[in-house]
């Protein structure tokens, strides 16, 4: 038998509505669903819209991993920039800031596994 993570779908109820608006007048932040949780860990998966920005955020008590399932996406870590692409990764530290962006006309797809210090 084999599980199958179901696709993000912005009417479900499901799912965690992340609906900030940023400073540059992006409508949506994203779409984050929780794949699973345990005390030590949280593994995520989040739909970044077409020419959206998350904002710059520090996390004190959590690192993590994100990998990029689709899409471009830049990441910003303190004064750097990189750019992942699909099947490309990144591990971010506690305490350091970070934000990400997609600036592509696609959404784009993360999964992110952030572990509690």
């Known amino acids: ?10 009417s479900s109820f499901k799912q965690a509505v992340l609906n900030q608006t940023s400073s540059n007048d992006n409508s949506v932040f994203g779409f984050k669903d929780i794949l ?19 904002p710059l955020k520090m996390e ?17 870590l303190s004064d750097d920039v990189m750019v992942l692409v699909a099947d490309e990764s990144i591990y971010i530290p506690q305490g ?15 999964v992110s596994v952030d572990y509690n210090n």
Not at 1 to 10: A, F, G, H, R, S
Not at 36 to 54: F, H, M, N, Q, W
Not at 97 to 107: I, Q
């Open 36 to 54: 699973a949780r345990d005390g030590t860990y949280e593994v995520s998966r989040t739909k970044i819209p077409a020419r959206c920005t998350l």
């Open 1 to 10: 038998m084999t599980n199958t993570v179901p696709d993000i779908n912005e």
């Open 60 to 76: 004190a008590h959590t690192s993590k991993h994100l990998t990029v399932l689709s899409g471009i996406v830049h990441i910003t």
């Open 96 to 110: 350091l800031l970070y934000g990400l962006e997609n600036r592509a006309d696609n959404s784009a797809l993360v």
